[in-house]
Structure formats: C-alpha cells, structure tokens
C-alpha cells in the first residue's frame, strides 16, 4: 500500500512539467499550449494513439494492453481561470490575468504520469482512453466532448474523474457514491417599469422596490418551498439599476445561481423562482421577463465504480486514508455529462494544507506538487484493478 515506485521514481519530471502549465495558464478552449504539450507526452510515451482537436483543444490518448475488450476512460481538466495570481512562487503565472487557481495544471500533470507508468508497463488486459478535457470552468468543455461523440469514438464502458481539495491531507482520498456536485443553473429577471422623477414616484413603476422585494421573496424558495432534507441555494449575486439621487429608473436586472441535486428539486426551484419574480412584478405594476438557463447537471457517481474507485485509493494511501462519505457540495463540474452518459466515480484527492489554506479560485491557491504521486499512482492502480492484466 503506497506510491507506485516507478511513479515516484519520476516525481520531479512530474513536477516540472506542472510548474511548466502553472507558468503558462490558458482560458477554455484555448488550451492550445498545454494541449500541445500534452499530446507531445503522450507520443513520447510510447502511448498508441494521440487524438488532438476534440471539441476545440481537448485531446485524447488511446492506450492498449492484452486482448481484453474492457474499456476505462480517465479524464483531467486543462484550462486555467480569469484571475490575477497573488502566489509570488517562482514558476507564478506568466500571462497577467489568468492563472492555474483551480488545480488543473496538477490534474493534467498527473494523468501524465499515470499515461507514462501505463505506456511503459502495460500491467492491464484492454483499453484506457486518457481524456485530456478544455473548459471545465463554465464553459462545458465535457459537454461539447461528449455532444461531438467522445463515448462514441473511444468506447469507455466507465469513466473516472478527480478534483484536488485544498485543506483535505496529502495522501488522502474521498469519494462518495451518489450525487457529489450540485446541478448550477443561472438566471436574470429583467424588471420594466416606468421610470421619472424620485420626487414625484406616484407618477412612476419603481422597478428597484420591486427588485428590492423579488431578492427578499426568492429567499422563501429553499426556506418553504423546497422538502427540508433535500439540498438547495438560491443566491442572488448582482443587482443593477439606476443612475442618479433623484431619478426613478426606469428598468432594473437581477442575476443570480441555482442549486440542486434532484431532478424534482431543479424543476420546483425554477418554477417558483418564476411565479414569485412575475407575481411580484403583476402586483407592483412592473413588467418582468425572465432568462432561466440550465447548467451543469449534477455529478452523480455510481455505486459499483465508487467501490472500485476506493479499493484503488485504499492501495495508494492505506485504507484509514480513504472517505468513503464524503459530503456532497453544492459547486458544479462538468464531468457530469460523462457521468450521464457511464457508470463512474469522481473522487476528490487531498491537497494539503491547514483549514486557512487558500480554496479553490483564491489568486493565492497553488497545487501542492506533493499531490502528484499520490494522483498519478491512484489512476495507475485504478486501472490494473479495472481492466486486470491475465
Ligand atoms: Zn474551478
Ligand atoms: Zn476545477
């Protein structure tokens, strides 16, 4: 039960190559670099296929051993954020305003070296596609990989993903099985009223105390609405109206995002988001049109590759090491629309650090380097077990 020693052998090659993408982050779909460099790994692996340009940027590496007919599929995330990084590490981001602040350079890294460790010893009976995913931040770079026929051209019977989490110990794995990520949907409510002078408001259709109202109401959804023990968020995160002391505008918007895990739960959030927001418009004399947008699904791991997920991790980092309840979050990921599509598990790995460390999207988080063996060892294994060589 430990690090691979042929993984931990290359730890430094690991390392560099990750200080190498944190150096140079790239947004959605504009992983051209990284993918570059990815896709030149990969060949010099030894790996048997490179497939580049699957929805913009991803790429896919095809690797086979034996004559099974078993197929897995492993997928990290490539793109960086829109965020001025604060680290001060030496290796810090080189392109002002993005930066790797959510760990995918250390995702990408560690897949590398489990691609490395599988080219050269090839201990597993079938295929493993390695899926090197663009846009995972908000763009739904998984959803374009799959909509384009990714599960059709690389036939994965199973797909696995992980995320990094910060202030969770090095060397220590936690999975669920079931819903982990939260489906995110967004919304605006546009509010037109009529708009004049703020000293004469009984000659105007104040849409800001309309707004005012709406953002107070929207509250009553997850507090009486929603079954208290199923999970929900309403957050409202921008209003916007108005110019000037001593004028009532004339229109208004709120955005905000929405929360949930069940279908039934999705669909009651939305509706009463609209029948509040259009009621209170109807009864204040303000008109209201509302965008309501469907996001990421939720990120619902099955039970079978959940098992399997944590046997995999158990031999990595010692069973004691392994959450096997990890508590759902209300953030979102795109490798839910593999997730959809296949059984799998997505599995969250220790990044260290103490319960102040800087979370996820902070300018000052960093991917702990540490992390790698334990990631691309955990891949490895996974794999052996998944498609055992005869
Ligand atoms: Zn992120
Ligand atoms: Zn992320």
């Known amino acids: 039960m430990a690090i691979i020693n042929r993984i ?43 497939h580049t340009g699957l929805a913009s940027t991803g ?21 960086a954020l829109p965020i001025h990084e604060a680290t001060g590490r030496d290796y810090a981001s080189t392109s002002a305003g993005k930066m790797h602040a959510c760990g995918h350079d250390g995702h990408t890294t560690m897949l590398l070296g489990a691609a490395r460790y599988l080219a050269e010893t090839r201990n597993f009976d079938g295929t493993v596609y390695l899926i090197f995913q663009p846009a995972e931040e908000m763009l739904g770079g998984g959803r374009t990989m799959v909509e384009e026929g990714l599960l059709e051209r690389f036939p994965a019977a199973r797909v696995f993903g992980m995320h ?42 104040d849409p800001l105390v309309a707004a005012a109202q709406i953002v107070i109401a929207l509250q009553s959804i997850v507090a009486r609405n929603v079954d208290p023990v199923q ?31 069940l279908p039934e739960v999705r669909d009651l959030l939305e509706r009463r988001l609209r029948e509040i927001a259009t009621g209170l418009g109807t009864a204040l004399g303000v008109g209201i049109e509302i965008e309501y947008q469907r996001g990421y699904p939720p990120t619902v791991n099955t039970e079978a590759e959940t098992e399997l997920a944590a046997l995999a991790a158990a031999e990595v980092a010692g069973a004691d090491k392994i959450d096997r309840a990890r508590e759902p979050t209300m953030g979102a990921e795109d490798f839910a629309y593999m997730l959809e599509q296949r059984p799998g598990s997505y599995v969250f790995i220790g990044n260290g650090g103490g319960e102040d460390t800087p979370m996820l999207h902070s300018p000052h988080y960093d991917f702990s380097d540490d992390a790698l063996p334990y990631g691309a060892s955990y891949w490895a294994r996974l794999v052996e077990r998944a498609l055992p060589a005869r």
């Open 164 to 205: 990094n989490w910060p202030g969770m110990p090095l060397g220590q794995f936690a999975m669920r099985a079931g819903p982990v990520m939260a489906a995110a949907d967004r919304f605006i409510v546009r509010l037109t009223g009529r708009g004049g002078h703020a000293a004469m408001p009984h000659q105007c259709r």
């Open 231 to 261: 999970r929900a968020v309403v957050s409202v995160t921008q209003v916007h109206g108005g110019d000037t002391f001593n004028v009532i505008p004339e229109t208004a918007m709120l955005t905000g995002t929405v929360r949930s895990f």
């Open 59 to 79: 790429v896919v590496g095809v690797l086979k051993a034996g004559s099974g007919s078993g197929a897995i599929g492993l997928r990290a995330d490539m793109d």
């Open 8 to 50: 931990g052998e290359f730890h430094d090659d690991m390392r560099a190559w990750r200080r190498d993408l944190h150096a140079h982050p790239e947004l959605g779909f504009e992983e051209r670099r990284t993918a570059a460099l990815v896709a030149d790994r990969l060949h010099a692996f030894g790996v048997d296929e490179v």
